[in-house]
C-alpha cells in the first residue's frame, strides 16, 4: 500500500457535511505513515471545504468525476478534460424527448450554470445562489464545460440511467453518484475516475497494485476495479459492491477507518492479516 483514494460523499462525509473523528485521525495516520493520499470525487474544486477544513487535507483533488485534477495547495486547476457544447446541447435535446420533465445544469471550471427546476422547493443547497436560466441562454462555446447533468422527479437514478444512456452513449459519457436524486451526471468518452487516478498514480510511479481504494456508488466502479485493493462500501449501492469482491464496513460505522486501521497496523508486522 502506497497510495490511498477515497471517494467523499457518502464514503468519508456524510449528508450532514461532517467527516467523523475517526476518519479524520485515520487518514492523518496513513499521511504520518509516509502513505500518498488523493481524494477521488464528482465534486467541483470548490466544494472541497471539508478536506481542508476537517482532515486539513492539502494535496491533489481528482474532481468532476476525473475530468479536474486540481490542486489544493495552490488553489489552481492542474488538467482538465472540457465538453463540447454541441455534444451537451444535443445530449439535452435526446433527454428532454426521452424524459419530458428533465432539467438539466452544467459545471464549468468558472461555475455552476442551471436551469428553473434543477432544484427542489426550499431546498438549501451550495447551488443555491445560482440563478437558473435555460441552459442554451447562459452557456456558450466559450464556457470550460466539464460536466453535464440532468435531473427527474419522477423516476429513480437507475431508471433514468436505463432510460437514457443508449441514446446518448454516443455523444456523452454517463454515470450517476447522488445516493436519493435521480440525477445522470455526464462527461467526456474515455475520462472516468479510473483513468485519472492511473494516470496520476503513474507520475509518482506507483502501480495500480499498491493502491488502495474506497467508494460507494456506480461512478466509482471503475476504479474500484483498477485499484489493487478497491473497497466498496458496504452501505453503497448494489452496483459498485458488485465491482469488488472487498467491503469496506457501513459508512455508519466508520467504514473507511476500520479498513484504513487494519491495514496501517498490518505494515507494521509486515502486512499480515491485511483483507
Given at each position: ?53 476537517q482532515i486539513g487535507h492539502t494535496g491533489t483533488v481528482i474532481c468532476s468525476n476525473g475530468a479536474v485534477v486540481y490542486d489544493l495547495v495552490r488553489e489552481r486547476v492542474m488538467s482538465s478534460h472540457l465538453l463540447p457544447l454541441v455534444s451537451v446541447l444535443e445530449a439535452r435535446r435526446v433527454i428532454k424527448g426521452l424524459v419530458p420533465d428533465a432539467v438539466f445544469a452544467v459545471e464549468t471550471l468558472d461555475g455552476f450554470h442551471l436551469e428553473p ?159
Amino acid at each position: 500500500m502506497r497510495l490511498i483514494a477515497s471517494d467523499i460523499d457518502g464514503t468519508i462525509l456524510g449528508h450532514d457535511g461532517k467527516i467523523s473523528a475517526r476518519t479524520v485521525d485515520a487518514f492523518r495516520a496513513a499521511e504520518d505513515a509516509g502513505l500518498e493520499i488523493v481524494f477521488v470525487t464528482g465534486r467541483p474544486p470548490r466544494w472541497l471545504g471539508p478536506l481542508r477544513e476537517q482532515i486539513g487535507h492539502t494535496g491533489t483533488v481528482i474532481c468532476s468525476n476525473g475530468a479536474v485534477v486540481y490542486d489544493l495547495v495552490r488553489e489552481r486547476v492542474m488538467s482538465s478534460h472540457l465538453l463540447p457544447l454541441v455534444s451537451v446541447l444535443e445530449a439535452r435535446r435526446v433527454i428532454k424527448g426521452l424524459v419530458p420533465d428533465a432539467v438539466f445544469a452544467v459545471e464549468t471550471l468558472d461555475g455552476f450554470h442551471l436551469e428553473p427546476g434543477f432544484l427542489e422547493p426550499g431546498s438549501v443547497d451550495l447551488l443555491a445562489e445560482v440563478t437558473p436560466a435555460p441552459l442554451p441562454e447562459t452557456v456558450t462555446a466559450e464556457s470550460a464545460v466539464v460536466k453535464f447533468l440532468a435531473v427527474t422527479r419522477k423516476s429513480t437514478a437507475d431508471a433514468f440511467l436505463a432510460r437514457v444512456r443508449p441514446q446518448i452513449d454516443r455523444l456523452l459519457a454517463v454515470t450517476h453518484s447522488a445516493a436519493t436524486a435521480a440525477m445522470l451526471e455526464m462527461g467526456p468518452h474515455g475520462i472516468n475516475k479510473a483513468v485519472t487516478l492511473a494516470e496520476y498514480a503513474a507520475s509518482r510511479g506507483i502501480a495500480a497494485r499498491d493502491v488502495v481504494a474506497f467508494g460507494d456508488m456506480p461512478n466509482d466502479i471503475e476504479m474500484l476495479r483498477w485499484a489493487g485493493a478497491g473497497y466498496a462500501m458496504a452501505s453503497g449501492h448494489e452496483r459498485a459492491r458488485a465491482a469488488t469482491a472487498l467491503r469496506a464496513p457501513n459508512f455508519a460505522d466508520d467504514g473507511v477507518a476500520q479498513v484504513l486501521e487494519e491495514r496501517l497496523a498490518a505494515l507494521k508486522t509486515g502486512g499480515r492479516g491485511v483483507r
